[in-house]
C-alpha cells in the first residue's frame, strides 16, 4: 500500500519564496487492488499530489512511502506526447522489450485503444480524442504496479468512455484517479473518494 | 513535370530575366564596363574562368576551408548551447565570450589572426568564429526552450539520458539548429572569402577577387562574385534540403 502521510507543498516564486502551500499535512492511503477517487475543484492540488507520486517534485514535509521499487504509470492532465512521433512510435517509446515483443503489445494497445487505423499518422493529424487515447494507451504500455489518471477521459465521446474503461482496469487494478468529475469517478467505479479542498 | 513546379520555373525565370534587364539597362547607362560589366560579358568571362584550371582549384580551396570552417563552428557551437542552454552557471560564465565574439567586426578577427596563423588557416579560423555563436545561441535556444512537461513525461517513462536526448531534446532543438546551419553557411562564405582577400591565401576566390580589383578585371571581378553567389545558394540548398529530410524523418 502507497501511503501519503502528511504531506505539505508550496510552490517557490521566481525569487525562491514559497508562495501559498496547494497541500497542507495531506494523507491518503491508496490501498492495492483498488481504484481510489481524488476530487477536487481547480487548484486545490490534485495534479500537485500527481506529481509528488512520480518523484517530479519533492514534498516540503511529510512523507510517501511504499512507492520504493514500485513502477508508477501515468496520464498526465496535459496528453505530453512527442509531436515528432506517429501514435505507434509514442506507445513504443516507454517500452524496453526486444523488438518483436514491443511490436506486439504496441499493436495490442492500439487495439485496445481503437488507434490501429490511425497507428503511423503523425501526431498533429489526430482529433483531441484520438490523442487523448494515445496518452492513455502509452501509460497502459508501460504497465506498474500503480496507474495515476488525471482526467483521463476529457475529450472522449461517453460510448467511447465506455469501452476504454474497462479496458484500463483490466490492465492495472491499482488506480489513483484525479477528477472533478464525480461522473468520471462513478465510471471507475472508485471504492474510496478523497475530495480535496 | 507538374504544374505547380512548372509554374515555380516561370516565376523564377522572370525574377532573374527582370533583375538581368535591371543590371543590363544599368550597365548601359553606366557605359563603362570598367565600373559595370554588362550580365552578358560577365556570363562570358565565367565561362572563360569555368575553362582554367585556376578557377577549380581556388574553388576547391576555398570551399574546403569554408566547410572545415563551417563544421568545426557548427561543432562547437551545438556543445557549448547545449552546455549553456541546460546549466544557467555555465550561461552566466560563458555567454559574455559569445558576446564579444558576435560583436566583434570580422575585418578585426581577420588581422588578429593573421599575426598568429598563416594566410592559409586564418580564413578558416574566421569561418569557425563566425559560425560558432551563431550556433551556439541557436543551439542554447532550443535547449532552454524544450518543453518541460515532456521532460517529465520522460522521467514518468523512465527514457533515461539516451532516449531523453534522441527523442526530446533533439527534435526540439532540430528547427533551431537547421536555422543555425544555414544562416551559419552563408556567413562562413562571406568571412571567408573575406578573410582569403585580406590575407591574400594561396588558391583562393578571395585572391583571385582581390587580383582582378588590382588588375581593373572588373567582368572577372563580378564573374568571380558571381560565381560564389551561385555556389554559396546551391550549397545552401543540399543544406537545407539535407536537414530538412532530418527533420521529417522521424516516424
Not at chain 1, 100 to 124: C, G, H, Q, V, Y
Not at chain 2, 101 to 106: D, E, H, L, S
Amino acid at each position: 500500500m502507497i501511503s501519503v502521510k502528511n504531506v505539505s507543498f508550496a510552490y517557490k516564486s521566481a525569487d525562491g519564496k514559497a508562495e501559498k502551500p496547494i497541500l497542507s499535512c495531506f494523507s491518503l492511503e491508496l490501498p492495492d487492488g483498488f481504484v481510489t477517487a481524488v476530487m477536487g475543484e481547480s487548484g486545490s492540488g490534485k495534479t500537485t499530489l500527481a506529481k509528488l507520486l512520480l518523484g517530479l517534485i519533492e514534498p516540503d514535509s511529510g512523507e510517501i512511502t511504499g512507492i520504493e521499487g514500485k513502477r508508477i504509470s501515468a496520464v498526465f492532465q496535459e496528453d505530453r506526447l512527442l509531436p515528432w512521433y506517429s501514435a505507434r512510435r509514442n506507445i513504443a517509446a516507454v517500452l524496453k522489450g526486444t523488438k518483436t515483443e514491443n511490436a506486439a503489445l504496441t499493436d495490442a494497445i492500439l487495439e485496445e485503444m481503437e488507434l490501429s487505423d490511425s497507428a503511423d499518422k503523425p501526431i498533429r493529424e489526430l482529433s483531441g480524442g484520438m490523442q487523448r487515447r494515445v496518452a492513455i494507451g502509452r501509460a497502459l504500455a508501460f504497465g506498474g504496479d500503480l496507474l495515476i489518471l488525471d482526467e483521463p477521459l476529457k475529450g472522449l465521446d461517453p460510448e467511447l468512455q465506455n469501452r476504454i474503461v474497462p479496458r484500463i482496469k483490466n490492465r492495472f487494478s491499482t488506480i489513483l484517479l484525479i477528477t472533478h468529475s464525480e461522473d468520471e469517478a462513478r465510471k471507475f467505479g472508485a471504492e474510496k473518494t478523497v475530495k480535496l479542498k | 513535370m507538374s504544374r505547380k513546379i512548372l509554374k515555380k520555373t516561370a516565376k523564377i525565370a522572370l525574377v532573374t530575366v527582370f533583375w538581368l534587364l535591371v543590371w543590363q539597362i544599368a550597365a548601359l547607362a553606366v557605359g563603362k564596363e570598367l565600373l559595370l560589366p554588362p550580365p552578358l560579358s560577365v556570363f562570358k568571362t565565367l565561362i572563360a574562368l569555368m575553362g582554367t584550371g585556376r578557377f577549380w582549384l581556388s574553388l576547391a580551396h576555398t570551399l574546403l576551408r569554408v566547410l572545415i570552417g563551417f563544421l568545426m563552428g557548427i561543432a562547437a557551437g551545438t556543445l557549448l548551447g547545449a552546455l549553456t542552454g541546460s546549466v544557467p552557471f555555465a550561461d552566466a560564465l560563458l555567454s559574455p565570450l559569445r558576446s564579444i565574439i558576435k560583436a566583434t567586426p570580422v575585418t578585426s578577427f581577420i588581422v588578429l589572426l593573421l599575426l598568429y596563423l598563416s594566410p592559409v588557416r586564418t580564413p578558416v579560423a574566421v569561418a569557425f568564429l563566425m559560425v560558432t555563436p551563431i550556433a551556439w545561441a541557436n543551439v542554447a535556444k532550443g535547449v532552454a526552450t524544450t518543453d518541460p512537461q515532456l521532460l517529465e513525461m520522460a522521467k514518468t517513462f523512465r527514457f533515461g539520458r539516451g532516449k531523453t536526448l534522441k527523442s526530446v531534446y533533439v527534435p526540439s532543438v532540430l528547427p533551431h539548429f537547421l536555422t543555425a546551419a544555414t544562416t551559419g553557411f552563408g556567413f562562413a562564405w562571406k568571412s571567408c572569402v573575406a578573410a582569403e582577400v585580406i590575407a591574400m591565401s594561396k588558391n583562393s576566390i578571395g585572391k583571385a577577387l582581390y587580383e582582378s580589383k588590382l588588375y581593373l578585371e572588373t567582368p572577372e571581378l563580378f564573374a568571380w562574385t558571381a560565381a560564389i553567389i551561385l555556389i554559396s545558394m546551391a550549397l545552401e540548398a543540399i543544406l537545407v534540403k539535407g536537414i530538412g529530410r532530418l527533420t521529417n524523418d522521424k516516424r
